[in-house]
């Protein structure tokens, strides 16, 4: 199946800054919208999530926001620290294959002290 | 908290060798999944499950076969290892639809 878009592949902030990762989807029957982080050795671990009948979601410095219009939905990072570096992968769920998730190709976000 | 073990994290084989990559999750989660990540790939499905001794193909199945003799525990079986094998494979387990799915450790694979 074709894999969601994500973009960008590498981004670089300055600690404190803001930094925005963006998925397009194809499917307007998908449901589901998790985010994961991976860190250096480690498997992916969820960082937030937004279901389709939701436009937004925060969780103190991560949101999310999901257009269904466009088929589109991205993650914010506030005020970011060193420790934020790491890859991100975002994911959808098809309304066909419930309960498999299509990933993007991840983002090595990099926060400069 | 939700635990997926992978059993080994590293492993070295040798070309043609059969190789048995174990995964247990202790929460009694119905689906379970083996993915594979390579360098500006992503994570690519090799198969899932959704129950005891089912299971279905992902995007790239060729090379490899499963296992779901029991609920918590998933194999990923290489027949005859190549060296295009070479990766990190994860095993991921989640409840049902709709839910988030959690991940193990990984274990990175060298096939020489």
């Known amino acids: 199946g074709e894999n969601v878009e994500q973009h960008p592949s590498t981004l670089s902030v300055q600690e404190g800054d803001s930094a925005v990762i963006k998925c397009t989807y194809s499917?307007?029957?998908?449901?589901?919208f998790p985010w994961y982080k991976q860190e250096l050795g480690k498997g992916p671990q969820l960082i937030i999530d937004i279901r389709s009948n939701v436009g937004e979601k925060k969780d103190q410095r991560i949101a999310v926001t999901l257009n269904k219009t466009a088929k589109h939905f991205s993650l914010h990072i506030t005020e970011t620290q060193p420790e934020d570096s790491a890859v991100y992968f975002c994911?959808?769920?098809?309304?066909?294959?419930?309960?498999?998730?299509?990933f993007g190709r991840g983002t090595q976000l990099t926060v400069w002290p | 908290d939700v635990k997926v073990t992978q059993s080994s994290r590293y492993l070295v084989k040798r070309t043609g060798e059969k190789v048995f990559l174990e995964c247990v999750q202790d929460m009694d989660h119905e689906n379970m999944f083996w993915y594979r990540q390579d360098p500006g790939l992503g994570l690519r499905l090799i198969y899932f499950?959704?129950?005891?001794?089912?299971?279905e193909k992902g995007d790239i199945p060729e090379g490899y076969s499963v296992s779901r003799e029991k609920k918590e525990r998933f194999s990923l079986i290489l027949e005859s290892a190549s060296t295009n094998q070479t990766s990190m494979y994860l095993c991921?387990?989640?409840?049902?639809?709709?839910?988030?799915?959690?991940f193990g450790p990984g274990t990175r694979l060298l096939v020489l």
């Open positions: 994911a959808e769920e098809r309304g066909s294959t419930l309960g498999r998730l299509y």
């Open positions: 499950s959704y129950d005891v001794k089912m299971k």
């Open positions: 499917d307007s029957a998908s449901n589901y």
């Open positions: 991921a387990s989640s409840p049902t639809s709709q839910e988030t799915q959690y």
